[in-house]
């Protein structure tokens, strides 16, 4: 595939972490101008991400029948609307709806684009091309809080213009039509969905998301509490999440191709769980920023890894095997500040170390299969040839 055509799916990956932490750096500023408080305007994370978690579940399998790149332009001009109905929402009640509609609409166009990718690249470069898509989920979610930051200065409904736009040029400028117009042919089934390899795809990107979500809105609500940030300033310390993840994407998607799904998601996990502490517990600003740093790094290469896993374990569905693993992961994000935020409320340092515990968890299960099975060139997420035959990637 030429590279001209292959861009427009890595730049799509954008704009689901984006939707999801936009909200994050600006509460305040939300809150202030629905007339409530910033404990109420935080549900704006989770109205967001359970609808978008929700339909996931099924929305892959669904647009595999009705055709991926009819399904993909649809959802893009819907989500364009619902960002509109977000700025101009007159209150948190039809803000809140507005930001369900949002997640709704976003459910249909992520897992198409993993499965677009994974029919488009040769075997050899699956996983550098899903770390170059993992680096687009981390623009995202870095020019998120820090666009929304500078919107939160002047108007924080300005916020919503950048993501409408995007939507917009999107389904404008649609990618190579040989995979976003694939169309299933009777293959697209549920029971394929029922294997190993997804099942543990969907634990590791629900476990990544409760964390990567929770120190999105910890480190946000710490920036303020123990540093008197304002937001801009909240905005580019949380933009260091995703920078990271953008400078080190390639390089986790050439760790992918050499070392396997297991080793990089346990490497990922050590390098989440050390970085989450230092977030929580680090005296400085700088030390935080660092922290967030770390995260950043291994949030990409997980997400690189359960894209692989799950992209490559049913061939015949692959938009639904994606679908239904980030499903897990947004519901991992969707649970993050119902978990967490109680947790800080109670000790700011300590609650927000907590969220340490959901990678220790992740190893513990990676280390189980890895004593079950061994790290095996073949195992689990090892991409298989592409339908078709390989094709030159972008």
Known sequence: MRSTRVWPLYVGGALGPYGSTMVTPIVQEVADGLGTGPE?????????????????????????????????????????????????????????????????????????LVAAITDSVPRERLGRSLGWFAAWQAAGQAFSPLISGV???????????????????LAALPADPAATER????????????????????????????????????????????FGLGPVARGLVAAAFGIAGLLLADTAGRLLDR??????????????????????????????????????????????????????????????????????????????PVVWVPLYGLSAGWGFAATAAAPLLALVLLGAVLRRSGPRPDGPGRPEPAPGGPRAAG
Not at 151 to 169: Q, T
Not at 190 to 218: I, K, Q, R
């Open 151 to 169: 919107s939160g200065a002047v108007d924080w409904r300005l916020a919503f213009a950048a993501p409408a736009l995007c939507a917009l040029f």
């Open 40 to 112: 109420a305007a935080t549900a704006a994370v989770t109205a967001y991400m359970i609808p978008f978690a929700a339909l996931m579940l099924v929305s892959g399998t669904l647009a595999e029948r009705w055709g991926r790149g009819r399904t993909m332009r649809v959802s893009l001009l819907a989500f364009v609307v619902t960002c509109a109905l977000c700025a101009l929402a007159p209150t948190l009640e039809w803000f809140l709806a507005a930001r369900a509609l949002q997640g709704a609409t976003n459910a249909f166009t992520t897992p198409l």
């Open 259 to 336: 070392l396997g799904p297991l080793a990089l998601g346990v490497l990922a996990n050590a390098v989440l769980a050390v970085g989450l502490v230092t977030a929580a517990l680090g005296p400085t600003v700088a030390a935080m920023t660092a922290g967030i740093v770390g995260v950043g790094a291994a949030v990409t290469a997980l997400r690189a890894t359960v894209n692989t896993v799950a992209a490559t374990s049913a061939p015949g569905n692959r938009a639904g095997a994606s679908s239904l693993a980030l499903s897990f992961q947004f519901f991992g994000g969707a649970l993050a």
């Open 183 to 226: 169309r299933a042919a009777g293959r697209a089934t549920w029971s394929s969905l029922l294997n190993a390899p997804l099942a543990l795809a969907c634990a590791l990107a629900f476990l990544c998301y409760l964390a990567a979500v929770g120190l999105t809105v910890l480190s946000a609500l710490r920036a303020e509490d123990a």
